[in-house]
């Protein structure tokens, strides 16, 4: 790109932009990036769910070529527990869970009708509120699209050859996963693998350590919620015990969406049951972030509560639910690429203020932060057992 000024004098001194056809393809090539970048949002995310689910499954088909399955074998004994997994589900859930949402469903209004009389006289605004929410289904919006049946079978079926595809994805990066990871890292100066090849490890630990810890704690939740409901007697305790398991993998939000129609059902019970679902369910919650998660996670996963929210909002924003999840390993991932690869960049105090944050993050202690922003020197923490 450039300026020429004009020598013609009836110009007045005009200058002329001169763009060179290179800079114009440049421009171009940058901007059709863009536009497949952003057609490709959707499955790169599925790619990346794949990815996480493969390396969370390689560990299993590393230890059935332990045992003397070729690779080959371990990949298709993979493959058939995962659809023996899926078969019991479907099996053993979906046709009580069907059964239980029909019943649900064509007693909504006598169970609306149970809830109000429990509420309208004792507590006038909670029955405002709850009201509101029972003519959610009967907004204009709600009513267009369920007037819709061609779009909610496409969607139907969008979300199932969505599944299917990762799926079959995850196999394959487990059976050829080597191979092309091989292939990318030919990319990278020989100077660096070594580098590469410890985060790949170290990152690889973060996500095992998320995608396990993460099942086993819906898993819980799930049955924890079902054995709830049912000693109540709350109707559509399957339905919503598989609702609460789906919402454990949402971090803070999650809570919010599973208690809150588990407490309104529990109210054509009762008053007394629809409390003791909301004391059982924040006991639950309380347990799991103070108890289990430390203990399912280790130090691997650990993240501020603050840090859950803000990658929350981000990667809700960018991708939605989707993206809110996938956040989570990505973020927790970021020290270990701190340490290895930006410590040429940042300075010493830098890396010494973030792992001695990140220490302190683990026990508890504000030592740390105090001494972050009064700028002092950090003194390492003694042992409980020295220190008494």
Known sequence: ????????????????????????????????????????????????????????????AAWLEKRGASHGVAVGALALAIVAAISLFVWLVV?????????????????????????????????????????????????????RPLAWGRAAVLAGTAALLVIVLTLYLVLDGKRLYAWLLAYVPRKYRRRMAVTVSEVSDVVIAYVQGQILTSAIYGVYAFATLSAFRVPAALPLALLAALCDVIPVLGVVVSTVPAVLLALTVSPFAAVAVLALYVLYHVIENYLLIPRIYGRRLRLSGLAVLIALVVGGTLQGILGAVL????????????????????????????????QASETGSDAAVESVLKGREHVPEEPEEEAR
Not at 22 to 36: D, E, P, S
Not at 101 to 106: D, P, S, T, Y
Not at 109 to 121: D, F, T
Not at 328 to 357: F, K, Q
């Open 1 to 60: 790109m450039a300026y020429a000024p004009s020598n013609d004098a009836d110009e007045g001194g005009r200058l002329e932009l001169t763009v060179p056809w290179k800079t114009i393809f440049k421009l171009l090539f940058a901007a059709l990036l863009v536009w497949v970048s952003l057609r490709l949002a959707l499955p790169f995310l599925l790619f990346l769910v794949s990815l996480l689910l493969a390396v969370t499954l390689s560990p299993f």
């Open 327 to 358: 956040v989570l390993p990505l973020v927790a991932a970021y020290p270990i690429i701190e340490r290895i690869w930006l410590h040429e960049y940042l300075s010493d105090e830098v890396l010494t203020d973030h792992s001695a944050l990140q």
């Open 95 to 147: 046709p009580p869970m069907g059964d239980q949402v029909m019943l649900l469903r064509h007693g909504l209004a006598a169970r609306r009708a149970v809830i109000e009389s429990h509420l309208s006289a004792a507590h006038p605004l909670v029955s405002t509120v709850v009201t509101q929410i029972f003519e959610l289904p009967n907004s204009p919006e709600v009513a267009a699209s369920l007037k």
